[in-house]
């Protein structure tokens, strides 16, 4: 049995419909099961793949127990955890990945350590004192991690990618104007500068296998001297942009590591 285990819309901000028609054009392929993230507690015990968009801890929990007792579950639930922004910042820099340095002269990024759920939990700072004031407003609301990076001018790239399969896009939004929070207007315009897109995929496929997320998507920011900083990397995006094109390539990672 095939279970796709659809995405709680909390953790969907403006993205419901676009999260659960990514799992069901891969469900169409596999003539698998769809069930809401909300009735985990009646996935059956015994199947042989699990495909997970899911983020509560009441989730991840159970699909560790499945993924423990032999289910294939992807991505693993352990690799979610593991996509904490204050765990992936240290891995990052631990590994010397291309990470936003921590201070600036062109303001901050103040991000809260769990998946973002709405405008507030990523806030754009322009000075010190932003800083320690939006600090203070998250602490308000009862975070008490968080990540803070530095603005780093250039253009927003979103990039897309299923490991190990090849599949790996890129999109400019500044080009097509999706967002969610309208956060990517920060950086206007794309200018499309130059950089070597192999080593975006290189270091965005080291940091999927490190934190064992093989479906992943995440932002880049490319500069005018043609540096990228990865700034963002979450487990099992829409692929709004590619669909299609990354069900087949999902597939495909299933069949390998079945």
């Not at 285990?5 to 169409?28: I, Y």
């Not at 969610?180 to 499309?192: A, C, L, S, T, Y």
Request: aromatic share 8%.
């Amino acid at each position: 049995m095939i279970i796709g285990l659809t995405r709680d819309e909390r953790f969907s901000p403006n993205s419901v419909e676009k999260d659960r028609a990514m799992m069901e054009a891969v469900m169409a392929r596999l003539h698998g099961i769809l069930v809401a993230e909300r009735d985990v507690a009646c996935l059956p015990s015994s199947q042989s793949v699990c495909l997970s968009m899911g983020r509560l801890p009441e989730t991840l929990a159970r699909l560790k127990h499945l993924e423990d007792s032999g289910t294939l579950v992807l991505n693993s639930a352990y690799g979610v955890e593991r996509c904490s922004r204050c765990q992936l910042d240290a891995l990052m820099r631990e590994k010397h990945l291309p990470v936003p340095p921590v201070s600036g002269s062109d303001g901050y990024w103040l991000k809260s350590d769990g998946a973002a759920q709405g405008r507030d939990d990523v806030v754009f700072c322009a000075d010190d004192e932003a800083l320690r004031a939006a600090q203070a407003a998250m602490a308000k609301r009862g975070i008490s991690r968080w990540v803070v990076q530095a603005h780093v001018k250039g253009d927003l790239v979103k990039f897309y990618g299923v490991e190990g399969t090849g599949f790996f896009r890129t999109f400019y939004p500044g080009d097509d104007g999706q967002t969610k929070f309208g956060d990517e207007q920060r950086n206007g315009r794309p200018h499309h500068y130059f950089y070597e897109h192999r080593n975006l995929q290189a270091s965005a496929e080291l940091l999927s296998r490190l934190v064992d997320v093989p479906i992943y998507g995440g932002d880049a920011v490319v500069t005018a001297g043609g540096d990228f900083f990865i700034i963002d990397f979450n487990d099992w995006p829409s692929f709004s942009r590619c669909r299609e094109e990354a069900a087949a390539a999902i597939v495909q990672l299933i069949r390998y590591r079945i």
